[in-house]
């Protein structure tokens, strides 16, 4: 079978159109490890949104969004490392539950909830003189770039149901390349953006909640319900967690291939 | 047993059954003259077949009008270290023919196994094997009794048709610790005319799946996280501690978790009928099949007994083998388990099943989607 690869476009040219103004950032008074930001310039992206989507009930393919991105972005160059993290532990700002100490200080932090991820980033927000936070769904496509992925729905007829769970399974377990272990950071290289590691085997949190979408046959589009309790995660494939779960498991009812590890970075908020 | 068992018993096979003991009237004068101790004194066909690694099971005919023969099996015992979980967990593993459960056995009712039972020099243990399907000596385990660097040839007639388990069981500790380390497999004994339901009639099956399931117990260090050895040797005494708690750390189909799942999947199409033969050689399981169902169900394995019909879960009970047939109608993913779901998912025991097909709206159909919650009239 074969299955289209969701697309992302980027374009570049207008890239240029409005030059990133942001004043640079003074250095965080503490002794707190600044993580290497990247500034992507201001832009646009189109791109397959998070969300289920339908049409008069059924649920259709994810329609494309241009999503500009006016002032730009800055994002971390890699995912928060367990060294990073383990400073908000003994800080007593992040639970100690998700880590007994930097075991392999260079790695990437596992097994972390959205809400351990927030709880770093309101930490490290009052560690620094500016405000980070989760990246949304979209800031984290257009800094992914060509390693965006989706969640490979793949193109089916939308009236049997199962065509989609097994395009979809075909295509969640297709990539077998890389075993579940964590790497320390920039073991996966960079993408065209300079960031490390955004198609790994850790998956990243976003800030996004999960939305079910409604088309109108005029074409409108309309939320019809959100659930907060659940976010975004992106990475290899998009997949959608609850918010206090730290390793997602293979099993039940859920056969899609589980995040093999989640983990997060942030971006400078403002 | 009941009456009506009996019935359907001599009608479907001429067969005597009495007090649950089975035997052939034409292969009776073998039984009380003294066994032959070479296979080719039997006189009869001999067929060598190569097994094959589960859930994959050698090609063999489910009903069959030859005369009984002898199906002859080899098996090399493989000591080694396997990875059982995603984390890159290692087991130092104890194999019947390098995999995790051993090869599955077909023969028919009547046939008589002769299995080469190989000790490799590279090996460290002795090692045996226990026939649940055969009689006397220990199963076989009294016989088979090898060191690393020999061979023993085992011959045993297949009395009673059902699927069995067979393990390793050298006896003392040894016996549970070579088992939950992966020294288990099944023997399927079909009857000469192949599967029937409760009333006798024929029933077949497109394709078979044998499911070996495993408790594993992997040492843990001090911080919690499961300890690796260099040998057997060194894994005992930590691992038959961890064995005592009765809890293992892994609960697996096919020797790791995601045997079973992805690219690995079990595969089916809609309109085929599955035999599932699932084994458990050390503890009960509960195998169910979600949005399926047992459509014949031989709970404990026995084929002389009636077949459950639509069931919805079944009970393996720790050291036996039991079969399912299901004949798939809808088109998808299925996930197959056992219905203890904390060791569904936390410990491992799940496979997939990837049916191809056309959806039929009739069976199931989702009338109205997600959405807001309706206003009720008043």
């Given at each position: 079978m074969l299955i289209p690869k969701p697309t992302l476009f980027i374009a570049a040219a207008i890239a240029t159109l409005v030059a990133y103004s942001a004043p640079r950032l003074a250095k965080p008074s503490t002794e707190t490890i600044e993580p290497e930001m990247i500034t992507l310039q201001a832009g646009q992206m189109t791109y397959p949104p998070a969300g289920e989507f339908t049409r008069s009930g059924n649920p259709i393919n994810t329609p494309l969004k241009t999503v500009h991105f006016a002032r730009g972005l800055q994002i971390m160059k890699h995912q928060v490392t367990q060294a990073e993290y383990w400073k908000c532990v003994e800080d007593k700002g992040c639970p100690s539950a998700v880590l007994h100490g930097p075991a392999s200080p260079d790695a990437p932090v596992v097994g972390v909830s959205w809400r351990d991820a927030e709880a770093y980033a309101i930490w490290y927000s009052g560690k620094a003189t500016r405000r980070y936070r989760l990246p949304t769904d979209g800031e984290w496509a257009f800094a992914a770039g060509s390693q965006f992925r989706s969640e490979g729905w793949p193109d089916v007829n939308s009236s049997d149901p199962a065509q989609r769970w097994l395009a979809r399974y075909e295509s969640e377990f297709a990539d077998d390349s890389i075993d579940n272990v964590p790497r320390p950071t920039g073991s996966f290289g960079a993408n065209e953006n300079g960031l490390l590691d955004v198609a790994s085997n850790v998956w990243e949190w976003t800030d996004s909640c999960f939305v079910r979408i409604g088309i109108r046959d005029s074409g409108e589009q309309t939320i019809t319900s959100t659930n907060c309790g659940v976010r975004v995660v992106e990475g290899?494939?998009?997949?959608?967690?609850?918010?206090?779960?730290?390793?997602?498991?293979?099993?039940?009812?859920?056969?899609?291939?589980?995040?093999?590890?989640?983990?997060?970075?942030?971006?400078?908020?403002d | 047993m009941t009456s009506p068992m009996i019935a359907f018993a001599l009608k479907a096979r001429t067969i005597v059954i009495t007090r649950g003991t089975v035997i052939i009237g034409a292969a009776f004068a073998t039984l009380v003259a003294p066994l032959p101790t070479q296979a080719n004194e039997l006189a009869l066909k001999r067929e060598q077949v190569e097994l094959v690694a589960p859930p994959f099971v050698h090609p063999h005919e489910q009903a069959t009008e030859e005369k009984p023969k002898i199906v002859a099996f080899r098996m090399d015992i493989q000591e080694k270290e396997i990875v059982i979980d995603d984390q890159g967990t290692k087991l130092q593993a104890m194999t019947f023919n390098g995999s995790i459960p051993g090869p599955m056995v077909v023969v028919h009712e009547g046939d008589y196994v002769e299995l080469t039972l190989v000790n490799p020099t590279t090996n460290t243990l002795p090692h045996?094997?226990?026939?649940?399907?055969?009689?006397?000596?220990?199963?076989?385990?009294?016989?088979?009794?090898?060191?690393?660097?020999?061979?023993?040839?085992?011959?045993?007639?297949?009395?009673?048709?059902?699927?069995?388990?067979?393990?390793?069981?050298?006896?003392?500790?040894?016996?549970?610790?070579?088992?939950?380390?992966g020294m288990s497999g099944a023997v399927m004994v079909l009857p000469r005319d192949g599967l029937k339901d409760r009333d006798g009639r024929p029933l077949h099956y497109d394709r078979i799946y044998y499911i070996g399931e495993n408790d594993f117990y992997v040492p843990r260090d001090e911080k919690g996280k499961f300890k690796s050895y260099e040998s057997l040797a060194e894994a005992y005494a930590d691992t038959a501690k961890v064995m005592q708690t009765l809890t293992p750390t892994h609960v697996v189909f096919n020797g790791r978790v995601g045997a079973l799942t992805g690219k690995a999947a079990l595969t089916a199409n809609v309109g085929e009928t599955v035999l599932i033969v699932h084994s458990q050689a050390n503890r009960d399981s509960r195998p169910h099949l979600i949005g399926g169902h047992g459509d014949y169900v031989w709970e404990t394995g026995k084929f002389s007994n009636r077949p459950e019909t639509d069931l919805e879960t079944w009970l393996i009970r720790g050291g036996s083998a039991g079969a399912a047939l299901y004949t798939f109608r809808q088109p998808g993913i299925y996930v197959y388990l056992t219905h203890n779901l904390i060791e569904a998912v936390q410990l491992g025991a799940t496979a997939h099943f990837k049916v191809e097909g056309k959806w039929d709206d009739d069976l199931m159909k989702q009338v109205g989607p997600p959405g807001p919650i309706a206003a009720t009239s008043k």
């Open positions: 290899r494939h998009r997949t959608y967690v609850t918010d206090f779960i730290r390793d997602v498991r293979l099993g039940g009812c859920a056969v899609g291939k589980p995040p093999a590890n989640l983990g997060f970075r942030l971006v400078r908020g | 045996n094997i226990d026939f649940h399907a055969a009689t006397g000596g220990l199963g076989g385990g009294a016989l088979t009794l090898i060191n690393p660097g020999e061979q023993v040839v085992l011959r045993w007639k297949a009395t009673r048709p059902g699927v069995f388990v067979y393990h390793c069981a050298p006896g003392g500790l040894m016996t549970p610790w070579h088992v939950v380390s």
